[in-house]
């Protein structure tokens, strides 16, 4: 096989050696230490001299990608080796003193190179003669232990078989990481020797079967899919419960189902006199309030997609966004001053004071009983992040992924008609897609402070006492702020009394401090403390984790496993799976992944594309 690559039989072990090691490497640019027997002919009698003439080298590898695939960087391997076999006086043990030196003047770090590979293949019989009977000895146990080496690679034959040993230091690694990687090195040999060729698909064998079973178990979600839009979850629910109390804001005002739905159609009936059409941008530019839910209600029944602005957005960055898309309404409040949206309007902008509208009696209704416009695939949403650019860049939903995780969210967390959510995220912000949708769909409650309570711990304190609040869905840091004010109180026990109502905590949007979960857990002993992760490019979130126990090994909280319908990868820069314990970056695919990103092809398809290989569209994060 090594002849008909072109390469040396220890060549092609050092090779594949590269290969496994670059998957399981930070970078696939790194060194190993061959060893090398250099008797020199000093001499007459030097080969009567018995004792290690063994130097070391260290073989550069680039791993660069090649047109010819493993063969080409095993070609590139076995030159780069004969050309350091050539400069061999200078070993590596002098090259890593000299490497270590410029270190200690620089930074005072070595750079230590601890893997080895040797091979005595080509050598020719080098054992002694001892003069036994055959079969009189046999190796039952071998190691070897060279300081500063984690790994050593040891390849011989014997009897027309070929030995390859790998002997390692324990402590270095991860339980079952080296056999993980030993076996893959078999696996490969192993193919190459079956298929008499080393082709490009030799890179399926590196990763371990035991790693794939993992992703495979793990992305194993595959669930029931509604085809209902966001909308109709609320509607449905109107009309079993229209009694129930589904908005409450701080000021006191309480809506029933029925009195939220028919404000809502009344939205929707002013954008239909108006020409709203199916999938049209409709901006929403107001303080937190009832007004957000039928604004967002009534713009999703009328067929158009809702953009979420904020009131405390720059003018100019309120005005970009309306002239990326295009909008010809705004829906807002009269609390809310034209001019908040930037000076540079088209005089064609049509505004509507939504909290003064909809409660008018003697306005159109719109007939909620028509065969609906829109389906699963029109839009929902469109939510504008800050982008690297800085630019805007926004993000483009459909009804079908945000329906999916939140009928999701309130079946696995068992959420019912009688829970209620505080609702302290931004309407820009995509958690507060389920804080309305998601609550409303179960026939709970969506608790509305106002804008000027958002950052105070005590009065969210006291509107979860008032109200009951079951639910908690916010960031890390504002939970933080919870607990911090909770345990600062003169009567801590009942000011930890007064939030015990909730029992359901979702955490996302950012990294969880490692004591916060037991510290929630000190005010709320029966609260569920879930962990969330994903991206607002993912339908609100993709992934979770149940905090049951925080271990003391931990050094960050674990991200957990796919929601239903949805598949998380860690993957290299070829897009192949990594092994267990391997940094790589993160794919989400599945039903929730964005249409794309707003009038931005470009971006669209350099963040979400069709693996080459399986064919499934991905997410990169």
Excluded at 113 to 122: A, E, I, K, M
Excluded at 293 to 299: H, K, T, W
Excluded at 584 to 604: K, P, T, V
Aim: charged fraction near 20%; hydrophobic fraction near 45%.
């Amino acid at each position: 096989l090594a002849e008909q690559l072109g390469l040396t039989p220890t060549s092609l072990l050092a090779a594949t050696f590269a290969e496994v090691l670059s998957k399981w490497s930070q970078s696939p640019h790194f060194g190993i230490i061959v060893t090398v027997f250099n008797r020199l002919p000093l001499h007459p009698d030097v080969h009567a001299v018995v004792g290690d003439f063994t130097v070391t080298l260290l073989l550069e590898c680039q791993g660069k990608a090649s047109e010819e695939g493993f063969e080409g960087r095993a070609k590139e391997l076995q030159r780069q080796l004969w050309q350091d076999l050539d400069h061999e006086l200078f070993t590596g043990t002098e090259f890593q003193r000299a490497i270590s030196a410029a270190s200690k003047a620089d930074r005072a770090a070595d750079v230590p190179f601890p893997v080895v590979f040797t091979s005595t293949l080509g050598l020719g019989h080098t054992s002694f003669a001892l003069h036994l009977d055959a079969g009189a000895m046999e190796t039952t146990a071998e190691i070897s232990q060279t300081p500063q080496v984690a790994l050593d690679f040891q390849a011989s034959e014997d009897g027309g078989s070929l030995i390859v040993v790998w002997d390692y230091v324990s402590q270095w690694f991860p339980e079952g990481l080296v056999e993980d990687m030993h076996a893959c090195y078999m696996t490969c040999l192993s193919h190459m020797l079956i298929n008499h060729a080393a082709g490009e698909d030799l890179q399926k064998s590196i990763v371990p079967a035991r790693c794939t079973e993992l992703v495979r178990q793990a992305n194993a979600t595959a669930g029931p899919r509604s085809d209902a839009c966001l909308h109709e979850l609320f509607l449905s629910q109107s009309e079993a419960t229209p009694l129930a109390e589904a908005v409450v804001t701080q000021d006191g005002t309480r809506l029933t189902y029925a009195e939220t739905r028919v404000r809502s159609l009344r939205v929707a009936a002013w954008l239909e006199a108006r020409g709203v059409r199916v999938n049209e941008l409709v901006a929403i530019l107001m303080r937190k309030g009832w007004e957000q839910v039928v604004g967002c209600l009534g713009v999703l029944i009328s067929g158009g997609a809702y953009v979420p602005l904020s009131v405390e957005w720059p003018a100019m960055r309120v005005s970009e966004v309306l002239a990326q898309t295009a909008s010809r309404f705004v829906l807002s409040h009269s609390h809310v001053s034209r001019s908040d949206a930037g000076s540079a309007l088209s005089s064609e902008l049509q505004w509507l004071e939504v909290d003064r509208f909809s409660v008018r009696r003697n306005v159109a209704v719109y007939d909620a009983s028509k065969a609906r416009q829109e389906g699963v695939s029109d839009l929902a949403y469109v939510i504008f992040t800050s982008g690297s650019t800085g630019k805007p860049k926004g993000v483009v939903l459909d009804h079908f992924g945000p329906v999916n995780t939140l009928l999701d969210m309130n079946s696995r967390w068992g959420l019912r008609a009688s829970d209620r959510v505080l609702c302290l995220s931004a309407l820009h912000f995509d958690l507060s897609v389920y804080d309305l949708f998601g609550m409303l769909a179960v026939g709970g409650c969506v608790v509305m402070p106002d804008e000027d309570s958002l950052r105070d711990p005590e009065e969210w304190s006291e509107m979860i006492e008032r109200e009951g609040v079951t639910v908690w869905n916010t960031v890390p840091a504002m939970m933080q702020m919870l607990v911090e004010h909770t345990r600062g109180s003169v009567d801590w026990r009942s000011a930890a009394r007064a939030i015990r109502s909730l029992r359901t905590v979702w955490l996302s949007g950012d990294r969880i401090p490692l004591e916060l979960p037991d510290r929630i857990r000190e005010l709320l002993p029966s609260a569920q403390v879930v962990s969330l992760g994903g991206a607002t490019e993912a339908s609100v979130w993709s992934i979770f984790y149940e905090i049951c126990a925080v271990e003391p090994s931990w050094e960050s909280i674990p991200y957990g496993k796919a929601l239903l319908n949805q598949t998380f990868y860690v993957l290299d820069g070829a897009l192949d799976l990594c092994p267990v314990w391997v940094t790589g970056e993160l794919y989400i695919g599945g039903i929730g992944l964005a249409i794309g990103y707003w009038a931005d092809a470009e971006q669209s398809s350099r963040r979400f594309f069709a693996h080459p290989r399986t064919g499934e569209r991905l997410y990169h994060t």
